[in-house]
Protein backbone atom coordinates (compact mmCIF):
# COMPACT_ATOMS: atom_id res chain seq x y z
CA UNK A 1 0.00 0.00 0.00
CA UNK A 2 1.28 3.85 -0.84
CA UNK A 3 0.53 6.69 0.98
CA UNK A 4 1.14 8.71 -2.56
CA UNK A 5 -2.53 8.57 -4.58
CA UNK A 6 -0.85 8.66 -7.47
CA UNK A 7 1.89 5.25 -6.94
CA UNK A 8 -1.50 3.43 -4.95
CA UNK A 9 -3.68 4.13 -8.39
CA UNK A 10 -0.66 3.01 -11.00
CA UNK A 11 -0.28 0.49 -8.66
CA UNK A 12 -3.92 -0.69 -8.80
CA UNK A 13 -4.32 -0.58 -12.20
CA UNK A 14 -0.67 -2.97 -12.44
CA UNK A 15 -2.58 -5.17 -11.08
CA UNK A 16 -5.66 -5.36 -13.14
CA UNK A 17 -3.39 -5.06 -16.34
CA UNK A 18 -1.63 -8.27 -14.80
CA UNK A 19 -5.04 -10.46 -14.15
CA UNK A 20 -5.74 -9.25 -17.80
CA UNK A 21 -2.74 -10.80 -19.21
CA UNK A 22 -3.19 -13.67 -17.53
CA UNK A 23 -6.67 -14.03 -18.89
CA UNK A 24 -5.30 -13.53 -22.13
CA UNK A 25 -2.52 -16.22 -21.20
CA UNK A 26 -5.01 -18.43 -20.51
CA UNK A 27 -6.97 -18.04 -23.78
CA UNK A 28 -4.47 -18.14 -26.24
CA UNK A 29 -2.91 -21.06 -24.31
CA UNK A 30 -6.23 -23.08 -24.10
CA UNK A 31 -6.94 -22.14 -28.12
CA UNK A 32 -3.58 -23.36 -29.58
CA UNK A 33 -5.40 -24.65 -32.71
CA UNK A 34 -8.75 -23.32 -33.51
CA UNK A 35 -9.56 -19.30 -32.30
CA UNK A 36 -12.49 -19.45 -29.54
CA UNK A 37 -15.66 -19.16 -30.80
CA UNK A 38 -16.79 -15.28 -30.30
CA UNK A 39 -20.37 -15.98 -30.72
CA UNK A 40 -20.12 -16.81 -26.86
CA UNK A 41 -21.10 -13.77 -25.29
CA UNK A 42 -18.42 -14.15 -22.85
CA UNK A 43 -15.80 -14.05 -24.88
CA UNK A 44 -16.44 -11.66 -26.98
CA UNK A 45 -16.91 -9.23 -23.91
CA UNK A 46 -13.52 -10.51 -22.98
CA UNK A 47 -12.48 -9.19 -26.34
CA UNK A 48 -14.09 -6.01 -25.83
CA UNK A 49 -12.41 -5.78 -22.49
CA UNK A 50 -9.44 -6.71 -23.71
CA UNK A 51 -9.37 -4.23 -26.05
CA UNK A 52 -10.41 -1.20 -23.58
CA UNK A 53 -7.88 -2.61 -21.10
CA UNK A 54 -4.78 -2.80 -22.97
CA UNK A 55 -5.88 0.67 -24.87
CA UNK A 56 -6.22 2.52 -21.66
CA UNK A 57 -2.84 0.85 -20.30
CA UNK A 58 -1.14 2.31 -23.68
CA UNK A 59 -2.43 5.28 -24.14
CA UNK A 60 -3.82 6.52 -21.14
CA UNK A 61 -1.79 5.19 -18.42
CA UNK A 62 1.81 5.16 -20.30
CA UNK A 63 1.06 9.23 -21.42
CA UNK A 64 0.30 10.10 -18.15
CA UNK A 65 3.37 8.84 -16.88
CA UNK A 66 5.82 10.36 -19.53
CA UNK A 67 3.89 13.46 -19.63
CA UNK A 68 4.01 14.40 -16.25
CA UNK A 69 5.25 11.58 -13.85
CA UNK A 70 8.76 11.69 -15.90
CA UNK A 71 9.04 15.53 -15.71
CA UNK A 72 8.37 15.50 -12.79
CA UNK A 73 11.44 13.57 -11.82
CA UNK A 74 13.40 14.81 -14.15
CA UNK A 75 12.67 18.38 -12.50
CA UNK A 76 14.05 16.96 -9.83
CA UNK A 77 17.36 15.44 -11.52
CA UNK A 78 16.37 11.85 -12.02
CA UNK A 79 15.75 11.25 -15.48
CA UNK A 80 17.20 7.47 -16.58
CA UNK A 81 14.33 5.96 -15.00
CA UNK A 82 12.20 7.69 -17.38
CA UNK A 83 13.87 7.81 -19.96
CA UNK A 84 14.42 3.86 -20.07
CA UNK A 85 10.56 3.17 -19.38
CA UNK A 86 9.62 5.47 -22.04
CA UNK A 87 12.19 3.68 -24.11
CA UNK A 88 9.34 0.23 -23.48
CA UNK A 89 6.16 2.52 -23.65
CA UNK A 90 7.71 3.31 -27.07
CA UNK A 91 8.18 -0.34 -28.01
CA UNK A 92 4.90 -1.86 -26.19
CA UNK A 93 2.70 0.80 -27.66
CA UNK A 94 2.42 -0.44 -31.17
CA UNK A 95 1.96 -3.68 -29.75
CA UNK A 96 -1.07 -2.77 -27.55
CA UNK A 97 -2.42 -1.04 -30.19
CA UNK A 98 -2.90 -3.74 -32.77
CA UNK A 99 -3.45 -6.39 -30.17
CA UNK A 100 -6.51 -4.06 -29.12
CA UNK A 101 -7.74 -3.83 -33.07
CA UNK A 102 -7.60 -7.58 -33.50
CA UNK A 103 -9.55 -8.31 -30.30
CA UNK A 104 -12.47 -5.41 -31.39
CA UNK A 105 -12.41 -7.21 -34.82
CA UNK A 106 -12.37 -10.89 -33.17
CA UNK A 107 -15.09 -10.25 -31.12
CA UNK A 108 -17.27 -8.88 -33.57
CA UNK A 109 -16.43 -10.71 -36.83
CA UNK A 110 -14.39 -13.94 -35.24
CA UNK A 111 -10.82 -14.65 -35.96
CA UNK A 112 -9.13 -16.78 -39.18
CA UNK A 113 -6.42 -19.14 -38.74
CA UNK A 114 -3.73 -15.80 -39.60
CA UNK A 115 -5.37 -13.24 -37.10
CA UNK A 116 -5.54 -15.93 -34.86
CA UNK A 117 -2.35 -16.66 -34.75
CA UNK A 118 -1.16 -12.87 -34.82
CA UNK A 119 -3.72 -12.44 -31.62
CA UNK A 120 -1.70 -14.90 -30.19
CA UNK A 121 1.84 -14.29 -30.83
CA UNK A 122 0.86 -10.28 -29.94
CA UNK A 123 -0.96 -11.40 -26.80
CA UNK A 124 1.80 -13.58 -25.61
CA UNK A 125 4.70 -10.60 -26.43
CA UNK A 126 2.62 -8.25 -24.74
CA UNK A 127 2.03 -9.93 -21.79
CA UNK A 128 6.00 -10.64 -21.33
CA UNK A 129 6.79 -7.18 -21.92
CA UNK A 130 4.01 -6.03 -19.75
CA UNK A 131 4.87 -8.30 -16.68
CA UNK A 132 8.71 -6.94 -17.01
CA UNK A 133 7.57 -3.00 -17.62
CA UNK A 134 5.22 -3.42 -14.08
CA UNK A 135 7.90 -4.99 -12.28
CA UNK A 136 10.07 -2.25 -13.02
CA UNK A 137 7.73 0.37 -12.23
CA UNK A 138 6.89 -1.41 -8.95
CA UNK A 139 10.09 -1.96 -7.81
CA UNK A 140 11.48 1.76 -8.87
CA UNK A 141 9.23 3.90 -10.24
CA UNK A 142 6.27 4.19 -7.20
CA UNK A 143 8.70 3.62 -4.62
CA UNK A 144 10.28 6.97 -5.85
CA UNK A 145 7.42 8.87 -6.58
CA UNK A 146 6.29 7.71 -2.70
CA UNK A 147 9.77 9.45 -1.23
CA UNK A 148 10.16 12.27 -3.73
CA UNK A 149 6.98 13.75 -4.36
CA UNK A 150 5.25 16.72 -2.68
CA UNK A 151 1.68 16.64 -1.30
CA UNK A 152 0.96 19.71 -3.78
CA UNK A 153 2.40 18.43 -6.70
CA UNK A 154 0.17 14.99 -6.09
CA UNK A 155 -3.04 16.60 -5.51
CA UNK A 156 -2.70 18.38 -8.35
CA UNK A 157 -1.74 15.54 -10.95
CA UNK A 158 -3.77 13.13 -8.71
CA UNK A 159 -6.59 15.22 -10.02
CA UNK A 160 -5.38 15.58 -13.72
CA UNK A 161 -5.03 11.75 -13.93
CA UNK A 162 -8.77 10.56 -12.03
CA UNK A 163 -10.67 13.88 -14.05
CA UNK A 164 -9.10 11.89 -17.48
CA UNK A 165 -11.03 8.97 -16.80
Given at each position: ?????????????????????????????????????????????????????????????????????????????????????????NAMRPLGEALAALARSGAAEGFDAAQW?????????????????????????????????????????????????
Open positions: MFSNRISQTLHDEHRETVMLMERVEHLVTSHRRAPPDVKNPATARFLRDLADGVEAEVRRHFDFEEQHLFIFLRSIGDEAIGAHLTDEHDQFRRLSLELFERSLAHIQKEEMALLPLIEDTMDKETEAQLFQDYVGNQ
